[in-house]
Antibody
Framework: EVQLVESGGGLVKPGGSLRLSCAAS????????MNWVRQAPGKGLEWVSS????????YYADSLKGRFTISRDNAKNSLYLQMNSLRAEDTAVYYC???????????WGQGTLVTVSS | EIVMTQSPATLSVSPGERATLSCRAS??????LAWYQQKPGQAPRLLIY???TRATGIPARFSGSGSGAEFTLTIGSLQSEDFAVYYC???????????FGQGTKVEIK
């Protein structure tokens, strides 16, 4: 069974940093692109970032303006999102999602809540 | 950026009735369109990909159609567990920049 488990969310002050993790199991992690998708409270879904199976190709939403960095460790079956210079508008549930290359998301984690507030 | 627009924002339907949800892209995405279902407090679940292919385990009452810039999700006979928010998503842009519609909430009439 495919499992994606996010962690690392919490309360952080504006301007602060946070690192999210996503632990994957039940499939060949190194064969899939992986993504982060977020959802602000009461709002819709917003794609954040994507990383290819080997990490060679990385894409970000234009709105992030270089503040976030996606990475992966295939030896540990883990996906990461380093978030810097956090703003109130970054407050959201952050989901990791599996992507059969260049396409839709066929499995999602349960999400981790990031709250940016003073 | 490809903008996805869903209509209506809210759809009130009685159990057993058919529901038709629309999704329009600001430019052609070919058949690179997926639909997701999200219930309160849960992660989204993939329903349809490639505009019309049901994901594994999705009941036959869910069907997708369309190509280019106009897409439809039809729920043939609404069951109680189908009341949720539905999102469309395009994955046809290059360089990759996945975008979602704003969602359609299907509520009990």
């Amino acid at each position: 069974e495919v499992q994606l488990v996010e962690s690392g969310g919490g309360l952080v002050k504006p301007g602060g940093s946070l690192r999210l993790s996503c632990a994957a199991s039940g499939f060949s992690f190194s064969s899939y692109s992986m993504n982060w998708v977020r959802q602000a409270p009461g709002k819709g879904l917003e794609w954040v970032s994507s990383i290819s199976p080997t990490g060679s190709f990385i894409y970000y939403a234009d709105s992030l303006k270089g503040r976030f960095t996606i990475s992966r460790d295939n030896a540990k079956n883990s996906l990461y999102l380093q978030m810097n210079s956090l703003r109130a508008e970054d407050t959201a549930v952050y989901y990791c999602a599996r992507e059969p290359s260049g396409s839709y998301y066929d499995s999602w984690g349960q999400g981790t809540l990031v709250t940016v507030s003073s | 950026e490809i903008v996805m627009t869903q209509s209506p924002a809210t759809l009130s339907v009685s159990p057993g009735e058919r529901a038709t949800l629309s999704c329009r892209a600001s430019q052609s995405v070919s058949s690179n369109l997926a639909w997701y279902q999200q219930k309160p407090g849960q992660a989204p679940r993939l329903l349809i990909y490639g505009a019309s292919t049901r994901a594994t385990g999705i009941p036959a009452r869910f069907s997708g159609s369309g190509s280019g810039a106009e897409f439809t999700l039809t729920i043939g006979s609404l069951q109680s567990e189908d009341f949720a928010v539905y999102y469309c998503q395009q994955y046809g842009a290059w360089p990759p920049a996945w975008t979602f519609g704003q969602g359609t909430k299907v509520e009990i009439k």
